[in-house]
């Protein structure tokens, strides 16, 4: 019986100790480098007296670096938090209060950057680090041992709807039911090669690490800047004979809307295409599969709180351009409940309501967050003889006459851009805050794929973006602004958010 996933490492690196593992801008890691240079952070860890069940915060640049960090807080019976270099400052200022971390992993080139934010906590430099072999590391297998597989294995941060993130907390034991379904579902052994490209602070990237780590494959990072390039992309792909990627869909959809099969041939290379993050079009989907016909094309749903995916499609027939595709069905040890405003189960095919989840993949909760936990996490509504608690997604779906699931839209503000899931309010917290900025709402074009920002106060939007900046990652910029005279309000006096998404037919 697997109690974590350090167990999965140990087993690769005696397997498969001299295989390559992780390949990167850098070169090239075996899984016996990843095991002892992981057991080095560990030792350190420990010998800097850092307790158990402790969060260790990851600020590094997206490399093999960053997944060795991983293991080597996992060895130490600690739980691990990534943040991306380029969020900004308050916001990672706003991670570190919520999380209290004793220590964080970095760089010498980036130590400056996390102190400026004024973090006053340990360091560990990661080229100080030294690997230790097996037989000199008593004490780390000594914590090791002691890991259950309830305890938390990582923190990812999400988009809060106060403009405050939320630490989604999972566990050992979620990963482990999750990647023995993905390994068993989809045949994944040592011989295959992933294509990575989900950053390491977002939850796409578990599927990765975690099959490549438990079956012995070998990953691939693929760096960042490629995916503008495709036709660089794909040769990419060729040259490193990957033959899986698990990809949002808007990675995809780059590659197909600039025709870059026509230039690279992936016939015998590519075997398996998944994404998960959002909407995958029928009409971008189509184009891969005419040019590859015989991958396994697969759509994974599930947001953060719930270990990255709980239901799957593998696409098994024809779809025109108009068709929605499937979400699919639970994937195994996965219960999905559909419920009605009355939290009525529905059964039958063409009703909507919301998804729900009930299973070992939910999250344990939002780190330091109670009260979001209680709003998220509740009681099952259908029975109460015993505390069960199961996650309320949000998302409103329905079953089709085949019972597959299918994706309608958001219960609430909550959306899915480019591949990640954003609450609204953050985006109108941050430019409610902008002195030029008096009053805004934020909505969001499904039709068009854009976050849009309506203002009462004109500033540009080049000087809006500047600003936000500061305040938000990348893809929460709006992709759009309109300025409004004044913003329309209903009889709660509340923005009329419904008048407003007259503007954007």
């Known amino acids: 019986m697997v109690t974590n996933v350090t167990e999965w490492l140990d087993d690769t690196a005696q397997r498969f100790g001299g295989k390559i593992a992780i390949c990167d ?63 900004p400052d308050a916001r990672i200022e706003k991670i570190l209060e919520i999380l209290e971390p004793e220590l964080v992993i970095t760089s010498y080139a980036l130590s400056g950057q996390f102190r400026q ?77 992933f294509g990575n490209q989900a950053p ?8 990765d690490i975690y099959c490549m780590l438990k079956t012995g494959a070998s990953l691939y990072i693929i760096p960042k800047e490629m995916f503008s390039q495709p036709v660089m992309l794909l040769e990419y792909l060729k040259k490193n004979k990957i033959d899986t990627i698990f990809w949002v869909p808007s990675a995809l959809i780059m590659v197909s809307r600039l025709k870059a099969f026509r230039d690279v041939d992936l016939t015998g290379v590519l075997k398996r295409v998944l994404f998960c993050g959002e909407v995958m079009p029928n009409k971008q989907l189509n184009i891969w599969r005419k040019y590859l016909p015989d991958c396994v094309y697969a759509n994974l749903y599930g947001p953060t709180e719930i270990t990255d995916a709980c239901t799957y499609y593998i696409v098994d027939r024809e779809f025109s351009d108009e068709e929605s595709l499937p979400i699919g069905i639970p994937m195994k040890n996965t219960e999905i409940m559909i419920l009605d405003e009355n939290n009525g189960l529905i059964r039958e095919p063409g009703r909507a309501g919301e998804l729900c989840v009930r299973g070992t993949s939910l999250a344990v909760g939002y780190y330091n967050n109670p009260e979001k936990t209680r ?15 199961i996650y309320r997604t949000g998302d409103i779906v329905k079953y089709n006459e085949r019972y597959e699931i299918i994706y309608l839209s958001r219960k609430d503000f909550q959306i899915k851009h480019l591949g990640h899931r954003i609450e609204l309010g953050e ?43 500061e305040l938000i990652p990348e893809y929460m910029l709006p992709g759009k602004v309109i300025y409004i005279e004044e913003l329309p309000l209903n009889a709660n006096g509340k923005v009329d958010r419904i008048k407003l998404k007259e503007y954007l037919s």
């Not at 850098?26 to 420990?46: C, V, Y």
């Not at 907390?169 to 379904?181: A, C, F, G, L, N």
């Not at 390491?200 to 599927?207: A, C, K, Q």
């Not at 500033?459 to 973006?465: A, Q, R, V, W």
């Open 25 to 87: 801008k850098e070169g090239a890691m075996t899984f016996a480098d990843i095991r002892d240079k992981a057991f080095g952070i560990a030792d350190e860890i420990i010998r800097m007296g850092i307790g158990h069940n402790r969060p260790v915060v990851v600020f590094l640049e997206k490399s093999a670096k960053v997944l060795i960090s991983f293991m080597g807080i996992a060895y130490s019976r600690n739980f691990y938090s990534p943040v991306d270099i380029d969020m």
């Open 117 to 193: 934010i004024g973090y006053t906590g340990k360091m560990l430099i990661y080229e100080d680090v030294k690997p230790v072999s097996g037989n000199k590391a008593e004490k780390v297998k000594l914590a090791q041992k002691q890991i259950i597989d309830t305890d938390l294995l990582y923190v990812l941060f999400t988009s809060g709807s106060t403009g405050i993130p939320k630490g989604v907390s999972i566990t050992h034991r979620s990963v482990i039911d999750y990647v023995e379904w993905v390994t068993g579902t989809f045949g994944i052994t040592e011989n295959d090669r």
């Open 200 to 207: 390491f602070y977002f939850d796409n990237s578990i599927l």
């Open 375 to 389: 709003e998220a996490f509740v009681q099952n509504p259908l029975q109460r003889a015993y505390e069960e608690k």
């Open 427 to 469: 985006i109108e917290t941050a430019a409610s805050s902008l002195d030029e900025v008096s009053m805004c709402c934020c909505l969001y074009d499904e039709k068009k794929n854009k976050i849009v920002l309506f203002l009462e106060k004109n500033i540009s939007k080049e000087d809006l973006n500047l600003k936000l900046k």
